[in-house]
């Protein structure tokens, strides 16, 4: 009887030091990579290629958005923000995503099991209402400085998605932003972030930011938003809706 109650303690014990370790292992920080990558339909993106998009020839010279506001949540449903944990906007994780730019490295999360990504397209509307962007390091997505970069000085706010090229050789631009037009994002996916180097690989079918927007009306190739909100919002909608997470992968 002794030894049986010697067992039941090691057995106690032993269970208690796994669940320990464990609750360490899933509280470990560990660093994972973004992947943002583009597509036109099924097709690979690349500048300069003649897509086939609403039956006409779209050819690309730029296409890009900003993203702010990012978290992932953990499937207990703690929310864990991409702030470095301050209540700063200038800790925040800004992105300025493009196809020449894809894949954003060194983002620190506690391991663990997650089952939703949420952000914004467009930038925090307190940061694109109060800080300019000479106040940002010059290798920040927000700084004047950074590849990319897409402001408009004369209205003091991003340009929250820039897309230019041509439609059937006639020139196309653009240039949607304005707090109103900022879009929320959560695309739920289960996934596991144990070690460093994992890497979650976000869609964006450019293809979609055309959806419903007759391309043969020579008005609706320019929108700078100002003059044309209602399209401007559609725009906007059209590229939220084309994003889609494709998983986890180590790397």
């Given at each position: ?14 269970f ?6 464990n609750e ?26 003649v ?10 010279s ?6 702010s506001n ?29 196809a ?7 983002v620190t999360v ?46 003091s ?11 059937d ?17 959560n695309?739920?996916a289960?996934?596991m ?9 976000i ?11 007759d ?8 929108n ?8 401007a ?19």
């Open positions: 009887m002794k030894n049986l109650y010697i067992l039941l303690i090691a057995s106690i014990l032993m208690s030091c796994n669940d320990d370790m360490n292992i899933i509280q470990e920080d560990v660093s994972f990579n973004f992947h943002f990558h583009p597509t036109v339909g099924d097709q690979e993106f690349s500048t300069d290629q897509y086939s998009i609403n039956n006409h020839e779209v050819v690309f730029t296409v890009s958005f900003y993203v990012l978290s992932l949540q953990q499937k207990d449903g703690q929310k864990v923000a991409l702030d470095n944990a301050t209540e700063e906007k200038e800790d925040d994780l800004f992105l300025l995503v493009s020449d730019k894809m894949i954003y490295e060194g506690p391991g663990g099991e997650y089952g939703n990504i949420s952000f914004q397209i467009g930038v925090d509307t307190l940061v694109n209402s109060t800080i300019e962007p000479s106040a940002w390091p010059s290798d920040h997505a927000l700084s004047e400085d950074y590849p990319g970069f897409a402001y408009w000085s004369w209205n706010g991003y340009k929250f998605i820039v897309a230019e090229g041509t439609v050789g006639e020139a196309f631009k653009y240039h949607i932003g304005t707090n109103a037009l900022i879009k929320d994002i695309l739920s289960d996934f972030l144990m070690e460093d180097g994992n890497e979650i690989m869609n964006y079918d450019i293809a979609e930011f055309f959806s419903g927007i391309l043969g009306n020579p008005d609706n190739l320019v700078m938003t100002f003059k044309n909100p209602e399209q919002n559609k725009i906007a909608d059209n590229v939220s809706k084309s994003v889609k997470i494709m998983g986890n992968q180590s790397m």
